[in-house]
């Protein structure tokens, strides 16, 4: 499992104070750029410099609890199933009383930078990726 820390910033809630509900999506998201940094994987390297691409083919959330501006986050990131050309990622929103806030799960296929078809995971990625599983 890989943790992220962070707080609900006032530009992610609605007009009643509250995390918007796409902006879980966004912070899940933070948390696995997050990841991909600390594992030499960097998205600006990816998309620059690399053959492959890893784009989100499906999306899901589900609210646990009310989060408002300042609320400290921990996101506990997983893998959840690796695949030969896709990989699932888990995430699970911890407020500070331990409880969860909020799940995510994004599903990831590893495409061909130029011609835009399913290829295998690079090992890299795929060690990476066991790491947290």
Not at 28 to 53: C, K, P, Q, T
Not at 118 to 125: A, C, G, N, Q, S
């Amino acid at each position: 499992m890989y943790t992220f820390k962070t707080s609900v910033k006032l530009h992610d809630t609605d007009t009643a104070g509250f995390l918007f509900f796409a902006h879980q999506f966004k912070i899940a998201h933070d948390a696995y750029e997050d990841f991909m940094e600390a594992v030499g994987l960097g998205f600006g390297r990816i998309i620059n410099a690399s053959d492959f691409l890893l784009p989100i083919v499906h999306a899901e959330a589900d609210y646990k609890a009310v989060l408002g501006v300042g609320d400290k986050l921990s996101v506990q990131l997983r893998a959840e199933k690796i695949g030969k050309t896709s990989f699932t990622l888990a995430y699970n929103l911890v407020g500070l009383d331990g409880s969860s806030a909020g799940k995510v799960k994004t599903v990831h296929v590893c495409v061909d930078n130029i011609k835009k078809k399913k290829i295998p995971l690079p090992e890299k990625l795929r060690k990476a990726l066991e790491t947290i599983a």
